[in-house]
């Protein structure tokens, strides 16, 4: 009897070590493929958030490419994190990024772009977070279309130009909504001028849109949209190029993050009309809590969870953001 109880001493004494370990923060990573891009930076805010209320320590990392993504999933798992939420830099590593998660023990969840296995399924074990991409596109086109109304355009003549980036399956989503809305009101199939972009920046749609408009000069007026604010924005500055000011030219993005704000703060208005507000502290506080709560509670996320948006112009803007909490 005695020598158990001593026994019993000593395992507890041993145990201490481990069960210091367990008292230190709860590590839970965040790696997104764009870190520049203003929407980002926002869901990482608000998963900062989450983290202080909760109380577990952000691990925050640009992923760009896949290389860097494995890198930072065994750099995790090296700081003993417990698990991480990914929006991937292409949807198709999804098998990649579970693997790499099942053998380092740590749960995921993507957030915004949905990974895909090798026949472009989704993943069905990693819990998902993102928008509702197709209605949010129609509500893109139903405001181009409601503005084009106002401003007395004859639907035939007008160019309508989408930024695409059909690789990926939100932004193809997202984009085929607004040219539905747009062609079910009666736009003609044939002005709808596709204009793929190499990555989904501002950059990347400013060439793209480029491209487009040349080949395509027969239209004097235009709407323009794409995946994001980005998209639209380069699409924006393109037509400011050739002269196609925002008398002859109508954008709306989707995200409402900071690029937004800063075409609606100018003070002269720009092609750029609205956006479809949505909501990166959902992405982010969410889909980072979810994860804590799943790692230290067992508690399994829902497998898809989809967020809706909201059309914010310059009048709107601050108002609605309020409402939104952001
Ligand atoms: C994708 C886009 C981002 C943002 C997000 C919600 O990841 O690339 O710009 O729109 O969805």
Same mark, same amino acid.
């Given at each position: ?266 003070? &002269? ?17 969410? &889909? ?39």
């Amino acid at each position: 009897m005695k020598m158990q109880r001593r026994a019993a001493l000593a395992l507890a004494l041993l145990a201490t070590p481990f069960a210091l370990q367990a008292a230190e923060p709860v590590k839970i990573g965040f790696l997104v493929k764009q870190a520049e891009e203003p929407w980002f930076q926002d869901e990482w805010r608000y998963a900062e958030q989450a983290a202080k209320d909760k109380g577990f320590t952000l691990v925050k990392i640009g992923i760009p490419n896949g290389e860097k993504m494995m890198a930072a999933i065994d750099n995790l798992a090296a700081q003993k994190a417990v698990g991480f939420v990914i929006c991937a830099p292409d949807v198709k590593l999804g098998v990649a990024v579970n693997r790499a998660a099942k053998r380092h023990n740590l749960k995921v969840m993507s957030v915004d772009d949905q990974l895909v296995d090798g026949a472009g399924k989704p993943i069905a074990d990693i819990p998902h977070m993102g928008i509702s991409g197709y209605e949010i596109g129609k509500q893109v086109g139903q405001g181009l279309l409601a503005e084009m109304k106002a401003r007395g355009w004859k639907l035939d003549e007008v160019g309508v130009l989408r930024v695409a980036f059909d690789q990926l399956p939100t932004a193809r989503d997202r984009t085929m909504g607004a040219v539905d809305a747009l062609k079910a009101a009666g736009v003609p199939a044939a002005n709808v001028v596709d204009a793929p972009q190499a990555k989904t920046d501002t950059e990347s749609a400013f060439n793209a849109a480029n491209i487009a408009f040349t080949k395509n000069a027969k239209f004097k007026r235009w709407v323009a949209f794409g995946l994001n604010d980005e998209a639209a924005l380069g699409a924006v500055r393109a037509a400011e190029g050739r002269g196609i000011k925002q008398d002859a030219m109508l954008a709306i993005g989707i995200g409402g993050s900071q690029t937004a704000l800063n075409e609606f703060t100018k003070p &002269t208005p720009t092609a750029f009309y609205g956006t479809v507000l949505i909501s990166p502290k959902r992405h982010g506080y969410e &889909t980072a809590t979810a994860v804590f709560e799943w790692a230290t509670a067992g508690k399994t996320p829902p497998p898809v969870t989809l967020t809706s948006g909201i059309l914010m112009t310059r009048q709107n803007q601050a108002e609605l953001r309020k409402q939104m909490g952001l």
